[in-house]
């Protein structure tokens, strides 16, 4: 992910804050070290175009952090032994909810599997799957610390999961953040083939059922692309994440509970 030279850091830090209050000379690519003793993100149009996305390193991965990160367009995203560093890249992957295609192949793989889809019932075991299953395939970004922070996150009804079960078997499923209109995805898993695309299309019907905006992605890849995810700028992601955040989150809506006819 990336390399980062202590000194540099330190006085970009010395330029950019005064006490707790960030200060920013000019809107130019530059690279922030984060004050430990606040929630502040610069703005992202700072953000470094090499890495893409590049915004700041350091601070925490406290849920009041999280929170904030998340509203502004934010996420962390860093190996282990890496600094946390926080991305808010030039293009941005998304799921219009209305464009989202569950082709043949996918509606087959319902009727045989049938499965039972249920909204954080295992949010744990979700997390633990999506983690081991990048560990056997390429390495993960699901480090100890981002485990911690996520489960902490769950616990204060944030972050949720959504679970594909067969034969009361966990075969498939997924997590991410949503305090506002946009469901933030982090990772998925399958077990079984198909399972993980499944919980994708549950997500986005359980989403319409709600009039929610749409699935923030982070990044563009073929297997989202195949589902109907898109790339748009940066501008129109923030734009779009203003608009959402006038969405107030239903009570009711990831209270744990089996969804039933998810798939209609």
């Known amino acids: ?18 006490d707790h209050e ?4 000019c809107m130019t690519q530059q690279l922030f070290h984060l004050n430990s003793n606040d929630n502040q993100f610069p703005p992202c149009e700072y953000a470094l175009k090499d890495p893409d996305g590049l915004l700041a390193v350091g601070g925490c991965l406290s849920v009041p952090r999280l929170k904030n990160a998340y509203a502004r367009g934010i996420f962390p ?7 946390i560093m ?20 996918l509606k087959k793989a319902c009727r ?3 499965p039972t ?32 922070a996520y489960q902490q996150a769950h ?10 079960w067969h034969e009361d078997v966990l075969v498939g499923g997924l997590y991410g953040v949503m305090q506002s209109g946009v469901f933030c995805g982090e990772s998925m898993f399958f077990h079984k083939p198909n399972a993980s695309k499944l919980a994708m299309w549950a997500l986005v019907n359980w989403l319409k059922r709600h009039n ?12 989202l692309t195949s589902l109907g995810a898109k790339v748009i700028s940066r501008e129109e992601f923030l734009t779009r994440l203003k608009v959402a955040a006038q969405f107030s989150v239903p009570k009711t809506m990831w209270l744990a509970q089996t969804l039933d006819d998810i798939y209609d």
């Open 77 to 83: 995203w860093f190996n282990e032994h890496e600094p």
């Open 86 to 105: 926080w991305w808010s890249p030039s293009e941005r992957g998304i799921i219009e909810l209305r464009e989202f295609y569950a082709n043949r192949t």
């Open 112 to 114: 045989q599997l049938n």
């Open 155 to 164: 616990q204060q009804g944030i972050a949720h999961s959504l679970e594909i």
């Open 22 to 25: 960030p200060k920013y000379p």
């Open 117 to 148: 889809v249920t909204v954080n019932n295992a949010f744990t075991q979700v997390i633990a799957a999506c983690r081991q299953q990048r560990i056997n395939n390429e390495g993960t970004w699901i480090n100890n610390d981002m485990l911690i």
């Open 1 to 18: 992910m990336g390399v980062y030279t202590p000194i540099l850091f330190q006085q970009l830090f010395a330029l950019c804050y005064t």
């Open 212 to 223: 929610a905006c749409f699935i923030d992605c982070q990044l563009e890849n073929p297997y």
